[in-house]
């Protein structure tokens, strides 16, 4: 195949993310920027219906995402959502509404089981056509609270953990997502679907998965508010894994309310997850009641420097957050960086090799006999056969890599999870915090988002402060902070396991203060005179 047909096939699949020509979507969207409170006010006065809701995303989604600047984001629709929307506008007439996500449209990243008419195949060919025999326990929250499950998004295939050198936001199944502010950039991943949905207004919530970055960075690059979890808080139970030692779902949403609010509706205990066990005492029951809008006053707010210096225009941005801040009361202590910067990134890599490998092993033996495919070395075997379709611009060497390992008893991988923990938390974010006596660290989440290089994979040129809250199981958020030539930048609060609470009072504190949440335009590519 020469490179134009390859080209042209391409395009066809959504696997190539070239500047597109087309004129910017002019349709009005009466609930573009629309709050969970502003459609429960819509919907308690009748003006909208979950029905209505449900359709005009789903509208939304057929111009935007399919059409448009076809940003690829949403990879399947829920065939049902019209009429679960319906029963539960039935439900709010007969009975009242169940609480503040009741007939709300979410969509859920494509790693997270649903038992229903959709698929779950983490963006692989080698899982088309799987159903799963149960719903995650995210998702049975979810329904639940009467959320709406309106579909699942595109993501780096297999969560990012196939090759090292991907590229984010690309899937064998789902192609490429396109970030929605300049379509020639990245979205980051592996959320980069649910990040680039929710940016775009395709949905009212989304639901993301980390085990590091994932969450976090794709809400930094598509201006919006994203928290990964501590560790327990929200179980793992039916999501397609990488590593249980840091997996997490998380909520991404425009606000920190939203966001709030999606994270009291997630988190509970699993008995199918044991790690939710550690959460009794700890969760709170209603997250929201943590936003206040004086919540910097009094902080003492720790700057992890050595993540700083990456771009001088990220910097100028975290100066002027680190003022707000101080106006808002905080005091800045500067810097306050984590002891044990810089050691975690073989440990870590040696760890996620060791449970991918066992944890995806064990998710596909639940899938039963049925299942596409039953093991890693199955899915290796099954890209091998289908190289043109699941590995046009990237291998798996990271999945072989992860073959290789052995069981989990063996004295490297437990080594590397002893030093992994001391050194992200004893030593790191713990000893920092207690010697400062802070409520969080904050630094940069992410640069800017780079241009889309299917042939080279992904180049972020900077910003890894995912790793120390992702590898300890401690909990981050992210709240936009700016823009960098219209291009979003995250500012990071992390701190201490099940510090939520306070994390989301002080993000929720500066997001009032700044107000920097702007739609995105679907630019072609970036306008250097912003």
Known sequence: MNRRDLLKRSLLTGGVALAPRFAAAQTPFDIEEATVAGLQEKLRSGEYTA?????????????????????????????????????????????????????????????IDTADHMMTTAGSLALNGSIAPRDAFVVQRLRQAGAVILGKTNLSEWANFRSSHSSSGWSGRGGQTRNPYALDRNPCGSSSGSGAATAANLCALAVGTETDGSVTCPSSMNGLVGIKPTLGLVSRSGIIPIAHSQ????????????????????????????????????????????????????????????FFGFHEKVDALMVQALDTMKHLGAEIIDPADIPTTGKFSEPENEVLLYEFKADLNAYLERLGPKAPVHSLQEIIDFNERNADREMPYFGQDLMIKAQSKGPLTTSAYLKAVKLCRELSRKQGIDAIMAQ???????????????????????????????????????????????????????????????????????????????????????????????
């Open 51 to 111: 029905r209505s809701l449900v359709e005009k995303y789903l509208a939304r989604i057929d111009e935007i995402d399919k059409g448009g600047p076809r940003l690829n984001a949403v990879i399947e629709l829920n065939p049902d959502a019209p009429a679960i929307a319906e029963a539960l506008d039935k439900e709010r007439r007969d009975k009242g509404a169940r609480g503040p996500l009741h007939g709300i449209p979410v969509l859920i990243k494509d790693n």
């Open 247 to 306: 997996d997490t779902a998380g909520p991404m949403a425009r606000t920190v309310t939203d966001a709030a609010i999606l994270l009291t509706a997630m988190a509970g205990i699993d008995p199918n997850d044991a790690v939710t066990k550690e959460s009794a005492g700890k969760a709170q029951p209603d997250y929201t009641k943590f936003l206040d809008p004086n919540g910097l006053r009094g902080a003492r707010i720790g700057v992890a420097r050595k």
């Open 436 to 530: 400062h006596k802070l409520d969080a660290l904050v630094a940069p989440t992410a640069g800017p988002a780079w241009l889309i290089d299917l042939p080279n994979g992904d180049h972020s040129g900077g910003g890894d402060f995912t790793s120390p809250a992702a590898i300890a199981g401690y909990p981050h958020i992210t709240v936009p902070a700016g823009y960098v030539f219209g291009l979003p930048v995250g500012l990071s609060f992390a701190g201490r396991a099940y510090s939520e609470p306070v994390l989301i009072r002080l993000a929720y504190a500066f997001e009032q203060a700044t107000k920097f949440r702007k739609p995105p335009k679907f630019l072609p590519t970036v306008d250097l005179s912003i």
